[in-house]
């Protein structure tokens, strides 16, 4: 007989049904999940899966009459395949908080309070003291009933505790995962040790289930993140290391003919040099946003070695009256040598160059401005832009910054960086 209890059992586990398959689907597709957690994820949902089925195959034996034989086996499997989860549930735990299975004493209590629940369950289909099937389909319960729910129960409450235990090394979403997937789980096992609110046991392994679904969601997002950011460290990186090798033949060249004819400006060189190198190796290392301050050095060094290499053909003017704000490191210095590299023409007199900041209601900017022959602010596929766009993506990454290029109005390009205030700190935490 069909009752409104039956169609709101049959939602609930219908709702765990399409959740499992979801799960089944998402952590199949997920390229970045490690094998690991991938095995884990697909082991989870498909139990779930199972569970809901078998959930479905005893409610439609309480409509349809069977043989009491394949009742008794449904409701075995069912039970089997539910305590199946909060098993996985202390082997994930475990595996979170980097404690190995051999060596835990949880994992040993847990499939030690599994394997007498196991028993009792075998137990249960000998004699009516746990629960029966009666005539017309229904399961009742038997006095021993919540003997054979109170390892379940333990072993809930073991990883409840082991969650809260373990809490500092795990990250705020994996802990609160836990909880979702546990706290509810537990409280309503543990009331069904007393009274029968079956349909509750399957609306919190829904709860639990996308607890998990959401960990594994949001765990594939941080490393996306966290990829990304690579990317863009890395690709700062590669610009370091790939300094143009005839500016370094040219300085050197530049230092060892002012040995003699200007020792002082030889000397100065040098150490505008080492400051230029030392600052560029630095940014290697540098994996979170810097002092503006300590780009503008970086620029005015490298600017210092250009200076004395074309003498009276590279001018250059700083209007900085604004430095207290944080820039991702090579930010100032590549747009400032994309400049004088491509927008320089040797053969149109001398080249200006000009470094302003400016804060604004919203943001600090930095704008560099040239006279040089400049080039198109919408092609993406040549060097220039190629260059602008690695800056671009690293402030985006680390700060929610913006890059943009625009055409002078006397000739030559501007380039506009806007850092916002307050950035979100967690794009660039670890």
Same mark, same amino acid.
């Given at each position: 007989m069909v009752d409104i209890s039956s169609i709101f059992?049959?939602?609930?586990?219908?709702?765990?049904?399409?959740?499992?398959?979801?799960?089944?689907?998402?952590?199949?597709?997920?390229?970045?999940?490690?094998?690991?957690?991938?095995?884990?994820?697909?082991?989870?949902?498909?139990?779930?899966?199972?569970?809901?089925?078998?959930?479905?195959?005893?409610?439609?034996?309480?409509?349809?009459?069977?043989?009491? /034989?394949?009742?008794?086996?449904?409701?075995?499997?069912?039970?089997? =395949? @539910?305590? *199946? &989860? $909060?098993?996985?549930?202390?082997?994930?735990?475990?595996?979170?908080?980097?404690?190995?299975?051999r060596s835990s004493r949880l994992f040993y209590l847990v499939l030690g309070l599994w394997a007498?629940?196991?028993?009792?369950?075998?137990?249960?289909?000998?004699?009516?003291?746990?629960?029966?099937?009666? /005539?017309?389909?229904?399961?009742?319960?038997?006095?021993?009933?919540? =003997? @054979?729910? *109170? &390892? $379940?129960?333990?072993?809930?409450l073991s990883n409840l505790i082991a969650a809260i235990r373990y809490r500092k090394r795990f990250s705020r979403r994996v802990f609160h995962s836990f909880l979702i997937a546990l706290m509810p789980m537990t409280a309503a096992l543990i009331t069904h040790l007393f009274i029968d609110v079956f349909p509750l046991i399957d609306i919190s392994y829904v709860l639990s289930a996308m607890a998990i679904y959401n960990f594994a969601l949001s765990d594939q997002i941080n490393q996306n993140l966290r990829h990304q950011r690579e990317i863009a460290n890395q690709r700062a990186s590669i610009m370091v290391l790939q300094m143009r090798p005839h500016f370094i033949y040219n300085t050197m060249t530049s230092i060892y003919c002012l040995c003699n004819q200007d020792p002082k400006l030889a000397r100065q060189v040098i150490l505008d040099f080492t400051t230029y190198l030392r600052k560029n190796f630095t940014a290697i290392a540098s994996e979170a946003p810097i002092p503006f301050s300590a780009e503008l050095e970086h620029t005015r060094a490298y600017l210092a070695v250009e200076q004395a290499q074309y003498e009276d053909c590279l001018f250059v003017d700083y209007d900085t009256p604004h430095i207290m704000f944080r820039v991702p490191p090579l930010t100032?210095?590549?747009?400032?040598?994309?400049?004088?590299?491509?927008?320089?023409?040797?053969?149109?007199?001398?080249?200006?160059?000009?470094?302003?900041?400016?804060?604004?209601?919203?943001?600090?900017?930095?704008?560099?401005?040239?006279?040089?022959?400049?080039?198109?602010p919408t092609a993406e596929d040549n060097e220039p832009h190629i260059a602008l766009n690695n800056i671009r993506e690293r402030l985006e990454f680390m700060c929610k910054g913006s890059l943009t290029i625009m055409p002078n109005d006397g000739g030559g390009t501007v380039v506009t960086v806007s850092i916002p205030y307050n950035p979100p700190q967690s794009l660039f935490r670890r």
């Open positions: 059992y049959f939602s609930v586990l219908s709702a765990g049904l399409v959740l499992s398959l979801m799960g089944m689907w998402f952590t199949s597709s997920m390229p970045g999940i490690d094998r690991w957690s991938k095995r884990f994820f697909m082991r989870y949902f498909i139990i779930l899966n199972l569970c809901c089925v078998s959930c479905f195959a005893e409610l439609i034996e309480h409509i349809y009459p069977v043989p009491h /034989t394949i009742t008794l086996a449904t409701v075995m499997i069912e039970c089997l =395949l @539910l305590s *199946l &989860p $909060l098993l996985m549930l202390t082997v994930y735990l475990l595996h979170s908080c980097g404690e190995r299975l007498v629940y196991c028993i009792l369950l075998a137990s249960s289909a000998f004699t009516d003291r746990f629960n029966y099937v009666t /005539t017309d389909q229904q399961t009742i319960r038997g006095p021993l009933y919540p =003997l @054979l729910l *109170l &390892p $379940l129960a333990l072993i809930l100032l210095q590549p747009i400032v040598e994309n400049a004088i590299k491509h927008g320089r023409d040797p053969y149109a007199g001398p080249f200006h160059i000009s470094i302003r900041t400016r804060k604004t209601n919203t943001s600090s900017e930095i704008i560099i401005a040239d006279d040089g022959c400049g080039f198109s």
